[in-house]
């Protein structure tokens, strides 16, 4: 048989659990095998496109961007997603994961109780002690980058010019650590940087990526005598008001965002329409297993989410299978 490269991104991921996916077949409420945590909103960047920080956007809408977990607060959610059997934890933002102070600590003891780890991160930090740490501890980590050169990333992130040229330089010291850790990068695209993007994904190779995520920046270019006419962002999506009521994600990928609030996904994260519940006062094992949010969930209907879904994709394989007829499964 011809060897067949592998990939990490899939939206079959979740086929690989058949006892979770029986389970919502069963409508019996389980676990989330992945959950993304945003330890904190502090952010050492100014990004321009960053949805949580745009006036034009309801994402962030509640966000406090100096909120951050309490270090109790993150031990007890770990101890929690152990107990809990949880496969997967995602770092992200809100703000910079890897300013969080108890991060390597965090780190340290998922990994120890075998949690997958990944992290979004612009990689201004990761360096030293906690390069270290991640390198040992993740599967992934994947550097935000977007400007070619030093005015243009300045400019994209309000920080000083030489800072690109430090992200490079973290990145290439970590490729050489020579850790199982896949390092990637995330490029945002918009009309500034799309005639150099080939120069800044071969910057990526060279510099020790081992991929590169290629996004776009919506309508940067619309504007009251032009549309762009969106293909790419809605390639899986549908309208609203025509999409499957069900949203099987939501049991699968929650959120927990710095403000101690539990979300719904990181489409909705610092939104009151997406927000489950908050573990201020609680913890995530007994809100998560609560009638009350159950409820919630069963409750929930996708079609009222006027926006993109990060997760449409994957809610379409997932309602596609949960719907078919057990009868006629044998008509492979």
Known sequence: MPEVP??????????????????????RHVAPLHVRIKPTNV?????????YRR??????????????????KMREIVDDLIAMDVKAVTFS???????????????ERLADAGIKIGILTNGTQLRGKLADTVARTTAWVRISIDGWDGPSYAQNRNVPEDSIAQVLANMAAFAQLGSACVLGASVIVDKGNAPHLAGLVGDLKRHGAAHAKISHCRDTLADATFDVVDHYHFE?????ATRHPRCPMTRLLT???ADGAVYTCQDKAYTEAGKIGSIKDRSFRDLWTSAETQAWLDDFDARTCAHHCVAAGKNALLNDFLDTDRAHTAFV
Not at 55 to 72: C, H
Not at 93 to 107: C, H, K, R, S, V
Not at 236 to 240: I, L, R
């Open 6 to 27: 592998v990939t990490v991104y899939s939206s079959f991921k979740v086929f690989h659990y058949p006892e979770t996916i029986e389970a919502l077949a069963a409508h």
């Open 93 to 107: 933002g809100g703000g910079e994961p890897l300013i969080y102070p108890f991060l390597g600590e965090t780190l």
């Open 236 to 240: 899986t999506d549908e309208a609203p």
């Open 43 to 51: 952010c050492n960047h100014g990004c321009y496109f960053c949805a």
């Open 55 to 72: 006036d034009d956007l309801s994402l962030g809408s509640s966000m406090e961007v100096r909120d951050r977990l309490p270090r109790e």
């Open 255 to 257: 959120v927990i965002g």
